[in-house]
């Protein structure tokens, strides 16, 4: 059901979801685990009023529950893992079962008989293997349960989540240099990573591997537990398609522990490239990548208040070009060494510009600190806070696209992207009765990402035309445009990401019979702050120009040798005569900060679901969930949207003199009247000016403001 509201934006989606399970119930896209189960007596029948102790051997916490008349129990929000101990009374019987572990976001069955004719006491012993998850007939869906131990054992290259993920046959690795994955074929972006239940996926949608760093923003040392989930159909599941890789930190215990580590690898363990250009392997380029950090945990007060403390850092200048001049080590292109020193000697003598390198050397850094506490109230209350930050900085966000077999790009054009994420998250667990539990969790989250440019210029692009120089490499082609750009990156002048968002949860389970009841409700508001305007300190391009008079006269810029092209461009270069020039400026009386996009998303959801314990080896579980999406952004009414539109385009004829002397020596003036149909837009109010030579054509188009609420849109 779809519900459309022009006074803001409204979205509502319903779901019911019916299964039959042959399990025990489970919870889902959570943080903590539980156990439940029945006891009887010797002679089969349920025992009421049975005392269930769950006590977690490490920190001391303990879980106390009594049955109900059908002899069952049921505790939640208890620590992932264990081992855990529990004890099960009624008068004179009592029986025990040792290292229980318990599965992140999963209900572990544990039937219990008293009374039974050998006093020995039974032990039980669940271990992490990766084959029993997969199949653990107590997973609602499917999915994957991976523990610390297993974490311990796996080698992992990029140490994210997502290589442990691919332990689930149904993920797919789609590009090993970005660490992307697939699940069941869908694109990285509709998969979701959530740590003690707060996202840390890229939430914008702009990294391919979807994480919004180049490692995981929280280490893999710190976490304590991982689930995959596909499928899943709890209602407490929401914002993926794809898979949930949902983890779980460590936590303190009664006992001091920590860990100091370090992974090292450099040039000497890579392989070599192949040129194809050239048909020749090549060393990489020199390079250092380590990554160091450290864990602590232990008790504050011994039973009742623990810490967990972590921190790591990478540094590596790993990430390099894969192209470079002729001559050099790298693959390559059909741009020559003496080019580029006539395009910085150019730079330098006409307008002090310092063009710098092609081979220059990147630098990525990345620092995580995570703090934790855990308190355990008392027996039916326990309370956990975690803060944690990720900054980076890294040349070129890691890529770079300015490098290919027709362009090489100048490290005055290189930028590093500075990220910062912060992140905290507080839960609360509580049993009010032996029936009632309910779990509130809140968590906000602020991503920032702001490129630190190498300069502070207009693009530059010095683009080369016709004759290949000496040493080219075989298979290159003379009517292929080749470009050496410098300056300010045309996409790095004015770009900033701002989001914020806080999350809320309340759920609650009831426990009525043989039916477990979980309803409560979960809110996320998400603030976004996108500025994303190109060539706002201008883009030039200087090339060779046929119809142009140089000062040795006139070129045909297709047939003429190669030196003579670069003297021709070279010399419009220094005489400020663009081939093109485009800029992008505020409309008048507006500021680029209009332009920007400034939203808030909201979504709410309610959820009920029923477990009905039918027998022992069979449950049906049914749910109904309903979420509404809303925003209450409204861009300014633009009246001309609504009315006929003529676009108008004015041609100069005479060549372009210089840069700022562009005389009309004749216009011409074409009017078109587009279609009548009416539309709105939603871009910023800003205005892009154009000039192209040979013929020399400016043209300015101004975007106007987008729609506004206030009367109904035709483009809705």
């Known amino acids: 059901m779809n519900q459309r509201d022009w006074s803001g934006f409204s979205r509502t989606a319903l779901s019911v979801a019916v299964a039959i399970v042959a399990a025990a119930p489970v919870m889902a896209q959570n943080t903590t685990s539980a156990i439940g189960g029945r006891v009887v007596g010797a002679d089969g029948k349920p025992v009421a009023g049975a005392t269930v102790v769950i006590l977690h051997k490490e920190s001391g916490s303990s879980n106390t529950q009594t049955t109900d008349a059908d002899g069952r129990y049921s505790a939640r929000g208890l620590r992932v893992g264990g081992p855990y101990t529990i004890t099960v009374t009624k008068d004179s019987d009592r029986e025990v079962s040792e290292n229980v572990y318990l599965a992140l976001a999963e209900t572990l069955g544990l039937d219990v008989q008293l009374g039974k004719a050998s006093t020995q006491l039974e032990t039980v012993v669940t271990t992490g293997s990766a084959t029993a998850a997969k199949f653990n007939n107590s997973t609602m869906g499917s999915g994957t349960q991976i523990s610390r131990a297993e974490l311990d054992a796996y080698a992992s290259i990029a140490r994210n989540l997502q290589d442990y993920a691919r332990n689930d046959p149904r993920l797919a690795q789609t590009d090993k240099e970005r660490g992307e994955i697939s699940a069941m074929g869908q694109n990285s972006r509709y998969n979701s990573i959530t740590i003690d239940g707060v996202a840390i996926n890229d939430s914008f949608g702009l990294e391919a591997n979807n994480l919004p760093t180049a490692k995981q923003p929280i280490s893999v040392d710190a976490i304590q537990s991982v689930q995959v989930n596909l499928s899943n159909y709890d209602v407490t599941q929401k914002g993926y398609t794809g898979a949930n890789i949902n983890a779980v930190t460590k936590s303190g215990t009664n006992e001091y522990k920590g860990s100091v580590y370090y992974v090292y ?311 400020g005569r663009p081939s093109s020039y485009q800029v992008q400026v505020p409309v008048a009386g507006g500021t680029l900060n209009d332009g920007a996009a400034q939203w808030t998303l909201q979504q709410a959801g309610l959820f009920v679901q029923d477990t009905w314990n039918i027998s022992k080896d069979l449950n049906i579980t049914a749910g109904f969930r309903v979420d509404q999406l809303n925003t209450d952004d409204k861009p300014t009414f633009n009246p001309a949207a609504a009315a006929p539109r003529w676009s108008v385009r004015w041609h100069r004829r005479r060549p372009i003199a210089s840069a700022s002397n562009v005389p009309p020596a004749a216009s011409v003036w074409t009017i078109r009247r587009p279609s009548t149909a009416k539309t709105c837009s939603n871009r910023a109010s800003v205005s892009t000016t154009r000039w192209t030579a040979a013929p020399a054509t400016r043209s300015r188009s101004v975007a106007v403001p987008a729609c506004s609420r206030e009367r109904p849109p035709p483009c809705g």
């Open 265 to 575: 690898r450099n040039d000497d363990m890579v392989g070599k490239r192949f040129d194809r250009g050239n048909q020749r392997y090549t060393d990489f380029l020199p390079f250092k990548e380590d990554t160091k950090g450290f864990t602590l945990g232990g008790p504050i007060l011994k039973d009742k208040l623990f810490f967990f403390v972590n921190y790591e850092e990478l540094k590596s200048n790993r990430a390099q070009p894969e192209f470079g001049p002729i001559g050099s080590s790298l693959t390559n292109n059909s741009i020559s060494q003496a080019q580029l020193d006539a395009i910085t000697k150019t730079a330098k003598d006409a307008y002090g510009i310092d063009t710098g390198t092609v081979m220059g050397t990147s630098q990525l850094s990345v620092k995580d600190y995570l703090a934790k506490i855990d308190w355990n109230i008392n027996d039916q209350h326990r309370a956990s806070i975690r803060v944690a930050r990720t900054e980076q900085s890294d040349t070129n966000n890691g890529a770079f696209g300015g490098y290919s077999a027709t362009g090489l790009q100048m490290t005055s054009q290189w930028w590093q992207q500075k990220k910062k994420i912060d992140t905290i998250v507080g839960q609360w667990f509580a049993d009010w009765t032996p029936d009632f539990s309910t779990e509130l969790k809140i968590s906000n989250r602020d991503y920032n990402s702001v490129p630190q440019n190498n300069s502070n210029l207009p693009a530059i692009g010095i683009r080369f035309t016709g004759a290949l120089p000496d040493g080219a490499p075989a298979g290159s082609s003379a009517n292929t445009s080749r470009f050496v750009n410098f300056g300010t990156e045309q996409s790095r002048q004015f770009n900033v990401l701002d989001t914020k968002t806080i999350d809320g949860y309340l759920g609650a389970t009831w426990v009525k019979g043989d039916h477990e009841i979980k309803f409560g409700g979960d809110i996320q508001r998400n603030k976004i702050y996108n500025a994303f305007f190109q060539n706002v300190n201008g883009n030039y391009t200087f090339g060779c120009e046929n119809t142009w008079q140089y000062s040795f006269g006139s070129i045909n810029c297709n047939t003429a040798p190669a030196a003579l092209v670069q003297q021709a461009i070279l010399e419009n270069f220094t005489r």
